[in-house]
């Protein structure tokens, strides 16, 4: 199209010309590409917004009247003894998940504090507190580990940041992971007391992460249980059963505790399953936390199966097909951390706002300079979009290889929510017609066949974004704020 175009990703800037062959910013075969550091331009337009649901109070009158039987004084007294724990008319004002979730929790919770008493036990015995009364030293190791967990925990905070909104199940999973390995290493002082501030520091560290990662998704998760506007109500009977939890699990650690040896194998032994089951009650609990923000993983799941190949063998959507929330959560994948889509059969994966400097690293086969090449087209055509596209805030570029190829997503510093949902919409019907049998081997007889169906897709998703975005809505998807990349990682495309 004879024009040069600046691409500025983060503080690295990228030049791509026209019709050149050379990778932005590369000078050689075997050197890495430059980038000139910029000063920092990029305004993060992304930032989270949670809404707090003002309290709902509401009142449950007793209908009951006349004689009663034995058992419904016993329903009335367990009523009166749940009423503390479970949120006002919980039965219409939350949502069926949210009573396996606490029940789970609970689990997860009491056996937590009752490994901690263990775990607490063994650190006191590695301090010599059972042979006499507890020295000045052991004090001021016990003040300095504390010191050294809280840094920690800021340090995590400042490095995790969106990810507990985008990604609240998976954080709470590994704040329980954290909060165990944290009581393993507490078990393990007694048999190296010498090391008692290195190992309670980072247990201690281990602990703050833990706190602040169930105290931070503590709004999201709750807040996907309300059915009404009862969030300040079921915060509270949240933390009423946590308490709860705690002082059962503490006594129950108090009595294994004072019923065993106090030797650290002993300990262990009591500690080893109270842990490996609180780990299960927190994991089995998640599975019943719905998550109506979208997230690369849910965002993939909720679109696969409604973007497809009819048997005519064109691209069609069917808002039918569309999965809702609660069909995501039943299938989500929250133990580890999902950055891309990954391939699935004939269909390519797709790499979400990659950085522009390391393009071609890890592609399989090929000679360096064919790869160097081939990734200088596909930046070129990505940030060279044809005339009907140039009003866009996403760019897709495609990486031709012996299946379907990789494709490559990246966003606009002016995109906004739509955008980036019409971006990412575009990339999955892409992927699923590439995967139709749309193959071509060669990289410059089959430019042109994938630059028409790029075209191709994009007419289609224009045509039926609407309609998506209207079934996205009705099936209670939360497209308010988008979780899909980075405000690092947006780029700014200017023409030069």
């Known amino acids: 199209m004879g024009r040069t175009i600046v691409v500025r990703q983060g503080q690295l800037e990228s030049t791509v010309a026209s019709g050149s062959n050379a990778l932005p910013g590369a000078r050689g075969r075997d050197q890495e590409p430059l980038s000139a550091p910029l000063a920092p331009h990029m305004s993060h337009k992304f930032k989270i917004s949670l809404s707090v649901i003002p309290e709902h109070k509401s009142k449950v009158k007793d209908s009951t009247s006349g004689q009663t039987s034995l058992a419904d004084r016993v329903r009335q007294s367990y009523a009166s003894l749940m009423k503390p724990f479970l949120p006002a008319d919980y039965k219409n004002t939350v949502t069926p998940e949210y009573i396996h979730y606490t029940k789970w929790q609970f689990v997860h919770n009491t056996l937590g504090s009752a490994s901690g008493v263990l775990a607490t036990q063994a650190m ?28 920690g925990g800021v340090i995590y905070a400042t490095m995790v940041g969106q990810k507990f909104d985008s990604d609240p199940k998976h954080q709470r999973f590994w704040s329980a992971v954290w909060l165990q390995s944290a009581t393993w290493l507490e078990m393990l002082t007694p048999l190296a007391p010498h090391l008692f501030l290195l190992i309670g520091s980072v247990a201690n560290i281990g602990k703050n992460i833990s706190w602040l990662a169930m105290s931070a998704t503590k709004a999201s998760i709750n807040k996907t249980f309300c059915r009404k506007e009862n969030l300040g109500d079921l915060t509270a009977k949240s933390g009423s059963q946590a308490t709860a939890a705690g002082l059962l699990g503490t006594a129950v650690g108090v009595l294994i505790g004072a019923t065993m040896d106090v030797s650290v194998y002993t300990l262990i032994v009591g500690f080893v399953p109270l842990s490996l089951i609180s780990l299960w009650g927190n994991y089995k609990s998640l599975l019943y936390a719905i998550t109506p923000t979208l997230n690369v993983e849910r965002a993939r799941l909720m679109i696969e199966d409604a973007v497809r190949l009819n048997d005519n063998g064109h691209i069609c959507f069917e808002s039918a097909r569309l999965r809702t929330p609660r069909q995501v959560s039943e299938v989500e994948t929250f133990m580890r951390e999902v950055r891309n889509i990954q391939p699935n059969g004939q269909r390519p994966g797709i790499t979400i706002s990659p950085m522009l400097s390391h393009l071609g690293r890890g592609l399989p086969g090929g000679n360096h300079a064919k790869i160097q090449a081939d990734v200088a087209r596909m930046v070129n055509d990505a940030f060279n979009p044809p005339s009907t596209r140039q009003d866009e805030k996403y760019f897709i570029g495609h990486m031709p290889s012996s299946n379907s190829g990789i494709l490559y997503l990246w966003f606009g510093t002016h995109a906004t929510n739509s955008d980036i949902l019409k971006g990412l919409y575009h990339a999955m019907v892409y992927r699923e017609m590439l995967a139709g049998g749309h193959k071509t081997h060669s990289a410059t007889q089959g430019q042109v066949a994938f630059a028409e169906l ?3 897709s994009y007419e289609f998703s224009q045509r039926t974004f609407a309609e998506f975005c209207q079934a996205v809505t009705q099936s209670g998807w939360d497209t308010g704020t988008m979780y899909l990349s980075k405000s690092s990682r947006l780029v700014d495309v200017r023409s030069q």
């Open 124 to 151: 006191l015995y590695a301090m010599g507190l059972g042979a006499g009364a507890l020295p000045l030293s052991a004090a001021i190791n016990w003040v300095l580990k504390d010191g050294f967990g809280q840094l």
């Open 454 to 456: 790029c075209e191709q």
